[in-house]
C-alpha cells in the first residue's frame, strides 16, 4: 500500500493510501473548498469510520460510519446552530434511532427518525439558555412544523401560531415586546398576506391584505381609532415604508403605496386623492361636513389645470395651474368678482383686474401688477365706473406720466406727472366741464411754477 498525493478537479487533493493503480483504498484525507474528510476509504468513496466538516453549511461537521460513501449506522452530526445529533444514519440521512441535542447540551428529542426528521412529529421546548424559552410547539426533528409559540430572548411571546418549515404560515399572531398583539391573521411563508396590524397601544392600525409584506388593500387608522385611510394601493417599486420595532431583535417593515381612496383629517375634513407611482396623479376632491370645499387635479405629484375652492356649495376661488403654479384665477367674494387675472409665486403679477364688490361689480383696477402691487401701465376707476386714473404705476405709487378724472362726469381733471401718487413736475388742471384752469410746474401735488 502507497501513500501519495493526487490532486483531483475542482481543488480537490487527496492524500493518503491508494493501491497500485491509485484507487484510494486505507486510511486518507480529501479536501475542497467546500468540506474535508479524514477517514477510511474503500475503492475510492468513504467507507468505514470517518470525520466529514463542512465549510459554509448548515451542517457543520459528522463523526461516525459510512458506506459506499455516505453516512451509513451510528454517528454524531453537528450543526451551525449549536445543536447536535446521535445516532442512526441510513442513505446519508438521519433514520432510525437516535437524540437530538442543543447547544447547552439539554436533549431535546429522543425518538425514531426518517429521513431526518421524526416519524411521530412531537411537541418540544427549545431554549436559549437555561430557563430561558425560545420556542415551545410542535418539531418534526428539522423544522417548527404545526402549531408552535415563538418567544424573544426575555421570554415574553413574540409569536403565537401556525409553522411550516420554519415559517409563519397560517393564522397567527405576532405580539409587541408589551404583549399587546403587533399582527392577527393569516401569514404565508413567513409574510403576512391577511389580517391586522395594531399600534402598540392595542388600537388597529391597518387592516388589510398584503403580499409579500406590500399592502395591496386595506384601511388605516390614526392611533386614536379614527379613520385615516381607506382605498387601493398599488403593488409598485415606490413605496412609503412604515418600520415597527417590535423590540431590540425584532423589526417589521411594510411597504405601501397609495392608489385610490379617502383620506380623513378628523371625523368632519375628508381627502379623496388618486394616486400613481406614489405621486397623486387625477382629480383631489376635500370635504368638510361632507360638503365639498375644494376641486382640483395633479399629475405626477403637481397641481395641473383648474383648481377650485367652494364655501357654502359657492365657487370663491377658480385657479389655473400648470406645473405646480398658479398662472390664472378668478376670486369672488359673497358671489361678486373681486379679482381676475395672472398670477405667480401665488401673487397678483402680470395683467389683471380688480373689482369693487358693489351692486355692479364694477372694475377698481385694469392693469399690471407686481407681487399684489399696481405695477407698470394701468387704470384705476372710481366706485361708480369712472375713470379715476390711467398711466403709470411703481409698487402701488402713481409714477411718470398720467391722467387723472373727475368722478362726477369722468372728465379730465389733471394730465402730467406724478411721483410716489403726488403731482409733481410739469402738468395741467382742467375744471370739471373741461376747461383749463392751470398749467406748470407742481410739487409734491402743490402749485410751483408756471
Known amino acids: ?39 477510511e476509504f474503500k475503492d475510492s468513496v468513504y467507507n468505514g469510520y470517518g470525520k466529514l466538516n463542512y465549510i459554509d453549511n448548515e451542517i457543520k461537521s ?3 460510519e459510512f458506506l459506499n460513501g455516505e453516512k451509513h449506522g451510528l454517528g454524531n452530526e ?31 428529542i429522543d425518538s425514531i427518525w426518517e429521513n431526518d426528521k421524526l416519524k411521530i412529529i412531537q411537541n418540544v421546548i427549545l431554549y436559549y439558555s437555561i430557563d430561558n424559552i425560545k420556542y415551545n410547539g410542535l418539531f418534526d426533528g428539522k423544522y417548527y412544523n404545526g ?32 404583549g399587546n398583539i403587533f399582527y392577527s391573521g393569516l401569514f404565508d411563508s413567513g409574510n403576512i398576506i391577511k389580517g391586522i396590524i395594531y399600534f ?43 418600520s415597527f420595532n417590535l423590540n431590540d431583535e425584532y423589526t417589521f417593515k411594510l411597504k405601501f403605496s397609495y392608489l385610490e381612496g379617502t383620506f380623513y383629517i378628523d371625523s368632519n375634513h375628508q381627502y379623496k386623492k388618486i394616486f400613481k407611482n406614489n405621486k397623486l396623479n387625477g382629480e383631489f376632491l376635500e370635504y368638510h361636513h361632507d360638503i365639498l370645499i375644494k376641486k382640483c ?26 406645473n405646480d403654479k398658479r398662472i390664472y384665477g378668478i376670486e369672488f367674494h359673497n358671489n361678486k368678482k373681486k379679482y ?32 399684489n402691487f399696481y405695477h407698470g401701465d394701468g387704470t384705476l376707476y372710481y366706485n361708480n365706473g369712472n375713470k379715476h386714473y390711467d398711466g403709470e404705476f411703481e409698487f402701488g405709487f402713481k409714477i411718470n406720466q398720467g ?48
Do not use: A
Request: charged content about 20%.
Open 1 to 39: 500500500m502507497n501513500i501519495k498525493t493526487i490532486k483531483l478537479e475542482n481543488l480537490t487533493y487527496y492524500q493518503g493510501e491508494v493501491n497500485e493503480t491509485d484507487v484510494f483504498n486505507g486510511y486518507g484525507k480529501l479536501i475542497n473548498p467546500g468540506y474535508n474528510y479524514h477517514g
Open 147 to 178: 402549531f408552535g409559540r415563538l418567544y424573544y430572548k426575555n421570554n415574553l411571546l413574540y409569536y403565537s401560531g401556525i409553522f411550516k418549515n420554519n415559517d409563519f404560515h397560517g393564522l397567527g399572531k405576532i405580539f409587541y415586546d408589551n
Open 340 to 371: 381676475k387675472g395672472e398670477y405667480k409665486n401665488y401673487f397678483y403679477n402680470g395683467h389683471g383686474i380688480l373689482y369693487y364688490l358693489n351692486d355692479e361689480n364694477s372694475y377698481k383696477y385694469e392693469g399690471y401688477f407686481k407681487d
Open 78 to 108: 453537528y450543526y451551525s446552530n449549536g445543536y447536535y445529533f446521535c445516532g442512526q444514519f441510513n442513505n446519508n440521512f438521519k433514520n432510525g434511532k437516535g437524540k437530538l441535542y442543543d447547544e447547552n447540551n439539554n436533549l431535546i
Open 403 to 450: 391722467i387723472e378724472y373727475h368722478e362726477s362726469n369722468g372728465n379730465i381733471k389733471y394730465i402730467g406727472t406724478f411721483l410716489k401718487n403726488k403731482k409733481h413736475g410739469p402738468g395741467e388742471l382742467y375744471s370739471e366741464d373741461g376747461l383749463s384752469i392751470w398749467k406748470g410746474n407742481f410739487i409734491n401735488n402743490e402749485i410751483g411754477t408756471l
Open 297 to 322: 387635479n395633479y399629475v405626477n405629484g403637481k397641481l395641473e389645470g383648474e383648481y377650485i375652492i367652494y364655501y357654502n356649495d359657492k365657487i370663491i376661488s377658480k385657479y389655473t395651474f400648470q
Open 62 to 64: 459528522y463523526n461516525g
Open 200 to 242: 402598540k397601544n392595542g388600537n388597529k392600525y391597518i387592516e388589510g391584505e398584503y403580499k409579500n409584506n406590500v399592502l395591496i388593500n386595506g384601511v388605516i387608522y390614526k392611533s386614536n381609532g379614527d379613520l385615516y385611510y381607506k382605498g387601493t394601493f398599488e403593488n409598485k417599486t415606490l413605496f412609503n415604508i412604515l
